[in-house]
């Protein structure tokens, strides 16, 4: 039983890894195409995990369901436009989550239908991938830092609003951290999570 449960830990870990590494290549791509151009977005415009991975995060995801990687410090004045600039790179992988999801979910199914002995380890592997995106994507729309909700409601604030938000950043923070501890966040994301699997099969 022992090894089962290490099977699916390290299973899990490399799902989150690379789910974590291509979101966070995406912002800073995003930001970059954007017009941000600083060392910060560059550094991690890479798909080396060492350069996504942020250790409470990943501990939070692997053991909590729910966490986050190392955040793309872009700075949004760089932008062409700051409010689309940070739309976009706030939306863009969050979209790129549920389509990489729903991909990977799609492809599983069929697989699972076959007789090939292969299918049975591209079905877990692609299915558990595919749900760590998806949940990954749903989980980035609340507007908290360091997700990319963030970005996206910095974008629709007035100045005050946004100086008021970053004010509260710490608190709301620490009470995502509880609420992913406490197991609060599960049942709203899985019912959404739920629904966009129906829609996709």
């Known amino acids: 039983m022992i090894s089962v449960y290490l099977i699916n830990y390290v299973l899990k870990a490399v799902c989150i890894i690379i789910v974590i590494t291509f979101h966070g290549f995406l912002t800073a791509l ?14 991690m415009l890479t798909l080396n995990p ?6 409470l995060g990943f ?27 940070l739309l976009m790179t706030g939306l863009v992988p969050i979209a790129a989550g549920v389509v990489l999801g729903a991909v990977l979910i799609l492809i599983a199914k069929p697989l699972s239908y076959s007789g090939i002995n ?35 409601l910095t974008a629709i604030l ?8 970053t004010q509260m950043e710490n608190i709301l923070q620490i009470i995502l951290m509880i609420a992913i501890i406490m197991g609060l966040l599960k049942t709203p994301l899985f019912l959404i999570d739920q629904f966009v699997s129906g829609m996709i099969g």
Not at 50 to 55: S, T, W
């Open 118 to 152: 292969w299918a049975v380890y591209a079905v877990v592997f692609a299915g558990n991938l595919g749900t760590t995106a998806l949940n990954f994507a749903l989980f980035n729309i609340i507007p908290i830092y360091p997700l990319s909700g963030s970005k996206i």
């Open 30 to 43: 995003t930001s970059r195409l954007m017009g941000d151009k600083t060392n910060s977005t560059e550094n």
């Open 59 to 85: 501990l939070l995801f692997l053991f909590f369901g729910f966490g986050w990687g190392q955040p793309v410090k872009a700075s949004s004045y760089n932008y062409k436009n700051r409010k689309t600039g």
């Open 158 to 165: 007035s100045p005050n609003g946004v100086v008021k938000y």
């Open 50 to 55: 060492i350069k996504h991975f942020e250790p």
